[in-house]
């Protein structure tokens, strides 16, 4: 009987609530292992999960038996109610709704990649704001900005 085989690469981006500064430093290795364990568990290959501290990046070598949308939703939830059951953060931890998810070629994985573990560098010359929006208009993402991310730039 033939099988299917497929690999596809998706970068998925989501923010904190309210774009909060909240996901800190002696944590954020944690959490980042943590998705990348969410990642796998579903069946999927985590490439790398970084960020900073109001969002995350995380590329994944994605199975087609799982639509994107219930990858994001497994990392946000899972990992809301690991951060919210370590008390890490005063109150309850959130992520924002949505999410973005860009999609890449075999050639692109250690662009990518180096792209992803260079989050802290990247954002002292870029908000996250315009890190975002420029993903939307590289991939020819017609978006309206009232429904992006809350902006607290």
Known sequence: ???????????????????????????????????????????????????????????VGLKPAMAISDLAKDMKNNSSNYINNQKWVKGKFFWQEGFGAFSYSQSHIENVYNYILNQEEHHKKKTFREEYIKFLDDFKIDYNEKYLFEWYD
């Not at 009987?1 to 290795?29: C, D, H």
Request: hydrophobic share 40%.
């Open 1 to 59: 009987m033939p099988g299917t085989y497929s690999q596809l690469y998706i970068q998925i981006v989501f923010a904190v609530r309210g774009r909060e500064n909240l996901i800190a430093k002696p944590w954020r290795t944690d959490l980042h292992k943590y998705i990348a364990g969410i990642i796998k568990n579903k069946g999927h290959k985590s490439i790398i999960v970084n960020g900073t501290a109001d969002h995350i990046h995380a590329f």
